[in-house]
């Protein structure tokens, strides 16, 4: 990776030691990383932060990384997860992968390997499935664009929001610049790709995008 397109990690673990170690290995390797010591805090600011690749301990405090994963994805759905775990077994990693998780390592992690799994997974994200143009959709654009993609008229977004027909107009407007986009087929497109539909729903949806989009 070059000084250029510095990705940004977001790594959550309760074991200050830990946060520290990982930290510094990642940023030795032109990654941004923001730490937190539970889903708790991690949930409070994704939001409002840049992500490229989500990782997390298994075991953190209230929740445990695969309800932070499911929870991170209604955020954003386009982030990839990685998830440790010291309790490696058969069903945490099918737990793990079938909420979402791009993959389940074990601890203690070696460096090397982790190092070249966290570069494999921002390459693959990089190459269409977390990246985007113009910034970090915020909650409203993300709920606005989510209803659209229901098949929602701007109008029935309002009511469901007690929002303005303005303010949801203005929401979808600045998502899906953000996305880099300009109509609903390409909206649905995008969707796809980043995990945020299933194909065939997408499909009927870009089908009946005449007479839902008003």
């Not at 946060?19 to 990383?33: D, G, I, M, P, Y």
């Not at 409002?48 to 405090?61: H, K, V």
């Not at 982790?114 to 709920?143: A, N, P, W």
Request: charged share 30%.
């Amino acid at each position: 990776m070059t000084n250029n397109d510095s990705r940004h990690i977001v790594f959550v673990d309760d074991e200050p030691n830990v946060r520290r170690a990982v930290s510094e290995t990642l940023k030795q390797h032109n990654l941004e990383v923001n730490c937190f010591a539970s889903a708790e805090d991690c949930l409070e600011n994704l939001g409002s932060l840049r992500c490229d690749l989500l990782i997390t301990d298994l075991r953190i405090p209230e929740m445990d990384g695969v309800e932070l994963l499911r929870c991170a994805k209604l955020l954003i759905p386009w982030v990839p997860v990685l998830i440790i775990t010291g309790y490696g077994d058969i069903p945490t990693a099918v737990e793990g992968i079938k909420a979402g998780a791009v993959d389940v390592i074990e601890k203690p992690l070696d460096k090397e390997s982790f190092l070249e799994k966290v570069k494999s997974i921002l390459q693959e994200s990089g190459e269409g499935r977390g990246t985007y143009l113009g910034g970090d959709l915020t909650r409203s654009e993300m709920r606005v664009l989510k209803l659209v993609l229901d098949g929602k008229a701007n109008k029935e977004i309002a009511h469901l929001l007690s929002r303005s027909k303005r303010t949801i107009e203005a929401h979808r407007a600045a998502g899906m610049c953000k996305l880099g986009i300009d109509n609903l087929i390409d909206l649905v497109k995008r969707a796809v790709a980043v995990g945020l539909t299933d194909p065939k729903t997408a499909q009927e949806r870009g089908e009946e995008y005449w007479t839902t989009n008003t």
